[in-house]
Each structure stands twice: as structure tokens, then as C-alpha cells.
């Protein structure tokens, strides 16, 4: 009887591996020169440690590293690390050191939803380098998203309550937020407290915020589908679908609301293989930041089963070959909706900027890629 379990365990596994190896010989090789995933990276990863430390775009920040920088850098160190680029690596780590010292007041604090996903890169580096210190300052920031903060509120102790983040205002930008911060620190912890919450926090928002059609409203009181932040969801997901354990209680729900969302998006591709702005609108402009998740969580998929390759290789092969042909000469991403909050206005998130080298484009751009190569 054992040897008989043994034998079927080990055929699912070799069928796992063949699966994925045939989906990246299938639809993820012989890519057009200016797609080639760890060309990409290299020239994206070099480009990042070129540039200073920013707050939305600013040289000279007037506070602390804002979440589209921790995204990139977060994509630059998972890039190095299935590259096996060690000497990046070792430069994106001590970019870091400064801020543990005599830059510490650019380290965000934990008192938002999205400064918080800070934390995410102390537990990447102590995954690739073990230092302790890294460990207890990523753990921290994990932990602060469940802790009560310095200025109680009854609507915080509800949330707590019912299993959710004190930082849950159920916008769907949040469940890449909080959902990958608590993935990083099950991934280096191995403690299932935190995949648990991340999940339980996860099936909430699908039940509040996805539509029949399997896209999101930005928030509940604001009827659009806007790209990024239907890519925060996908990518979200996608973060923590690599992580739960298939025993989970939730991985079910989640597994199939992104199979229902993916199943939405290919039918709104462009024919260049690109996403819009607000993504059922045929007036939107064609945008890279939320265009590049989408790109990210199809590969994933893809390579580990989640969906039918056949239907869906040739949807993110396309996608990531006109993703990348957004980068221009200098390693900037083009034609990235700049930092939007929520509004209820079409005529809002049409007329948004669309901004160069803006980070929101720069990290799915990293992310794509490892995805590819890993």
C-alpha cells in the first residue's frame, strides 16, 4: 500500500514538472529580442539601482519610500534571486542597510494599508542573506497589520474581531498590500498564521467587491473597473495562491475567483495584447502598469496549472510582448497611470497622467519576468 501511494505521489509530481515545463516551451521561448525576460530584468533591476530613493516620484522625498518603490525593488530582489545574479542582489541589499541607520526616516510606519507592504522587503532579504535583523523588522511590519495601533477606533476592534486587518477599508489596491506582506512572512516564518490571515482577509474582499463578470469596482461605492487596481487584485491573488497550502479551507473560493477573473480579462485584450485604463471602456488608453499584473498572474498561472494552457498561453505570451515594448531606451516604462485614489468618475480615471518611469509600471515589468524565468 505504500509503495503503491509513493508511486502515485511521485507521478503527480513528475506530471506537475512536465506540465510546467511544457507550458514554457509551449508559449514561453523564443521571445522577440526586446522581450527577453532576463534581458528585461537586467536592464530594469540596473536601472532601479541607478535611481535615488523617491516618494512618488520625487528625487528629494518629503517622507518616507512610498509602496510603488517597495513593488519594484520587492520585483528587482526576486528577479536577482531566481537569476542568480548574486552581485545585484548584494546591491539591493545594501541599498537597504541605510535605512536600519542613518536613513531611518525614510522606513514608512505601519499605520496604513499601504506603507505597510514595506515589510515584505526585510523578509525578502532575509530569505536571500538569513540576517536576523531582517527577520524581526519584516515580522514587525507583518504583525502591525493585526495589532491595534496607538489611536484605537470601535470600527478597528470590529475588524479585529472578525479575523480582518485593522487596516481593511475594502479597496481592492489593499489585497496585494496585505495579502503579499502576510505571504512573505508565512514564506520566511513557515508560521500558518500568517497564509491563514491573508486568506481569510482575501475571501472577504471577493465577496464584498467582485462582480458577476469576475472584474472589481475600485470600491464598493465606486462603479468602475479600473485597471491597476483590478491588477492589485489579480497579483494579489497570484502572491497568494504560490503560498496556500491547497488544504487550506479558502483556497478553493480564491483559486476560483482568479480563474473567473482571468477567464474576464482575456476577453478584454486588446488586439496588441494590452489592457486599458478602465478596462471595459473602449475610450481607455491602453495602460502598463495594471496590463503588466495581469501579465504576471496569466504566466503564473499558466506555468503552475491554474489555468488551461492552451487557452491561455498564447494570452500572456501576447501580453508580455506588448508589455515590454513600453520600454524605452533608458529602462522607463511608458504610459503608466499615475497615483490614483478613488472616485466616482469615468471622466476621472480617463483623464488621469500618463506617466514615464513611473514605479507602478516599473514593478509588474520585474515581476512578469521572474515569472518567466523561475
Known sequence: MFKLQYTIILTFIFCGMAYVARAQKDFFRDMPEHS????????????????????????????????????????????????????L????????????????????????????????????????FKN????????????????????????????LDSGLSWQTRMWIDDMYMITNLQAQAY??????????RAAHEMVVYLRQLQRPNGLFYHA????????????WMAAGMTELLKSLPENNPDYRTILLAYQKMMNSLKKYQTGDGMWRQLIDDKEAWPET?????????????????????KIYGPIARKAWIALTS??????????????????????YYLNRKRITGDMHGQAPVLWSAVALIE
Open 36 to 87: 527577453d525576460p532576463r534581458k528585461v530584468g537586467m536592464v530594469l533591476t540596473n536601472h532601479y539601482l541607478e535611481s535615488q530613493f523617491s516618494n512618488f516620484g520625487l528625487s528629494t522625498p518629503p517622507g518616507a519610500i512610498t509602496y510603488s518603490e517597495v513593488c519594484t525593488w520587492y520585483g528587482a530582489l526576486k528577479f536577482t534571486g531566481v537569476a542568480k545574479e548574486t552581485k
Open 187 to 196: 514564506r520566511s516564518t513557515g508560521d500558518v498564521k500568517y497564509i491563514n
Open 89 to 128: 542582489s548584494q546591491l539591493l541589499d545594501l541599498r537597504f542597510r541605510p535605512l536600519l541607520y542613518e536613513k531611518k526616516n525614510l522606513q514608512p510606519r505601519p499605520d496604513h494599508v499601504d506603507p505597510s507592504i514595506f515589510g515584505s522587503i526585510p523578509l525578502e532579504l532575509y530569505m536571500q
Open 289 to 309: 502598469s495594471g496590463s503588466g499584473m495581469f501579465t504576471y498572474a496569466l504566466i503564473t498561472g499558466v506555468k503552475r496549472g491554474w489555468l488551461d494552457g
Open 220 to 231: 464598493p461605492d465606486v462603479p468602475f473597473f479600473w485597471g491597476r487596481g483590478n491588477g
Open 132 to 159: 536576523p535583523v531582517y527577520m524581526d523588522m519584516g515580522r514587525w511590519f507583518a504583525d502591525q497589520q493585526w495589532t491595534m495601533p496607538q489611536n484605537p477606533k470601535q470600527t478597528y476592534q470590529n475588524l
Open 326 to 347: 513600453y520600454i524605452d531606451a533608458n529602462g522607463d516604462v511608458k504610459e503608466v497611470c499615475q497615483g490614483t485614489n478613488k472616485e466616482n468618475s469615468r471622466d
